[in-house]
């Protein structure tokens, strides 16, 4: 266990509405990342961060945005909900260190856009 | 950007017998090739990885091996038994992302 809490662990929400992603840290870890899961695509990245208020954007980052105002907290935002965008999201932490550095994921939220 | 291409997508083999998952990537940048392993509705988990350094790494009944020339890079599960059952997925990383491969989702049958 990586230290990585994420919440909620599920929602059901409607297009068109908006909708926060948490991912809470309490290991101090400089990068944390925004994943979606679909079948057959493996695990995509969204967002990333490596720092308080740096951020940059991954493979598939239309639609969504981030926020990390603290070391801890990692937000992942769809700012209008599609049907598209429903899937499983993951975050996950790099662990300490120069270079390319292990990644250990949170448990998941499973989201459903209706 | 990285492409990294993961085969087969599914793989059946007899318990105690041995699994081979292999990955292509193509930048020629990347020096880190974990392997995570998922099981179902849990989060997937590390369970070894490779430096561009290094050509083979050992952990128990698991091994990676990588060819850097040819840029791919293959697990290894020897003696395989029902717990291995899973989906596998390989990444390469030059920098502080990575890119996934697509999975494979193996089963051993008892």
């Known amino acids: 266990d990586a230290g990585i809490t994420q919440s909620p662990r599920h929602k059901v929400t409607e297009t068109g509405t908006p909708v926060t992603l948490r991912c809470h840290q309490t290991?101090?870890?400089?990068?944390m990342y925004w994943y979606r899961q679909d079948p057959g695509h493996g695990l995509r990245l969204i967002h990333y961060?490596?720092?308080?208020?740096?951020?940059d954007k991954g493979e598939v980052s239309d639609g969504y945005s981030v926020s990390r105002s603290k070391t801890e907290d990692f937000l992942l935002t769809l700012e209008s909900a599609t049907s598209s965008q429903t899937s499983v999201y993951f975050c996950a932490i790099s662990t300490s260190g120069q270079g390319v550095q292990p990644q250990h994921f949170g448990d998941g939220t499973r989201l459903s856009i209706l | 950007g990285e492409n990294v291409e993961q085969h087969p997508s599914t793989l059946s083999v007899q318990e105690g017998d041995s699994a081979v998952i292999k990955c292509t990537y193509s930048d020629s940048a990347s020096n880190y090739f974990p392997w995570y392993k998922q099981e179902l509705g849990k989060r997937p988990q590390l369970i070894i990885d490779?430096?561009?350094?290094?050509g083979e790494k050992k952990d128990q009944r698991i091994a990676v091996t990588l060819n850097k020339t040819a840029k791919h890079f293959s697990l290894h599960i020897t003696e395989t038994q029902p717990e291995d059952s899973a989906v596998y997925f390989c990444a390469a990383s030059g920098d502080e992302k990575l890119t996934f491969g697509t999975g494979t989702r193996l089963t051993i049958i008892p």
């Open positions: 961060s490596y720092g308080v208020k740096d951020t």
């Open positions: 490779i430096r561009s350094n290094v």
């Open positions: 290991e101090n870890h400089r990068y």
